[in-house]
């Protein structure tokens, strides 16, 4: 009988001092040829890169309209759209603001966000808002769509001819004229030389 004498001759290896090695000589052969026998299972496919900007522009001009009236007229220099975030990075922006009565607010800056979904602006980096001869500066507006108003939440520098305010949290309510400075840090009043105290 071969199985015996396969036993027989593993149980002779017990006692031998080549035990060890003989039985990892066989393990290994088995191990060898099963591998081979059934084969290599092929690698799965490395995971896909994540997907670049669905389109880049140079050059861009967007347009709000609610109710048949303009709201707000956008030119960027380059616009990157992620479609899967549902938002345009924007760089080199200028916007103009429509309010009533012909109020037009400007405004410009160098980096942007447009959320597609919800039609909210985000708008940073020496941004610099004028009406008239009303200029505000500051590092991050955000324009909500909804209750058209604009957020200043930094440090911001309103200027006049005549006045120089400086403060924290600015909100311009587009639908009035109305701005509210909830932090209030320093007031600058230039007074004309023909005006003595």
């Known amino acids: 009988m071969p199985a015996a004498g396969l036993l027989s001759w593993l149980a ?3 006692t031998r001092p080549f035990r060890l090695l003989a039985v990892l000589a066989l393990m ?8 081979h026998l059934v084969g290599r299972r092929p690698l ?4 896909p ?3 670049p900007a669905t389109h880049v522009m140079k050059g861009l001009s967007l347009t709000e309209v609610q109710d048949g009236v303009k709201r707000w007229v956008l ?3 380059t616009a990157d759209y992620r479609q899967e975030e549902h938002l345009i990075h924007l760089t ?3 916007l103009e603001f429509y309010g009533d009565n012909d109020r037009v607010v400007s405004l410009s800056c160098q980096n942007g966000l447009v959320d597609t979904k919800t039609r909210s602006l985000m708008l940073k980096d020496h941004v610099e808002v004028s009406e008239g001869d009303h200029k505000i500066t500051t590092d991050l507006v955000r324009y909500q ?3 058209r108003l604009l957020e200043a939440p930094h440090e911001v520098v309103l200027e006049t001819p005549r006045l120089r305010v400086e403060g924290r949290n600015l909100t311009i309510y587009l639908s009035s004229r109305r ?10 009043v230039i007074l004309e030389d023909e005006l003595k105290l």
């Not at 290994?28 to 591998?35: A, P």
């Open 12 to 14: 002779s290896l017990t």
């Open 28 to 35: 290994g052969g088995l191990g060898w040829g099963t591998y």
């Open 44 to 47: 799965p496919p490395p995971p």
């Open 49 to 51: 890169d994540p997907k």
């Open 75 to 77: 030119e960027a220099n």
């Open 92 to 94: 080199g922006i200028y």
């Open 145 to 147: 769509s909804q209750q």
């Open 179 to 188: 701005l509210v400075l909830n932090q209030h840090r320093l007031t600058e």
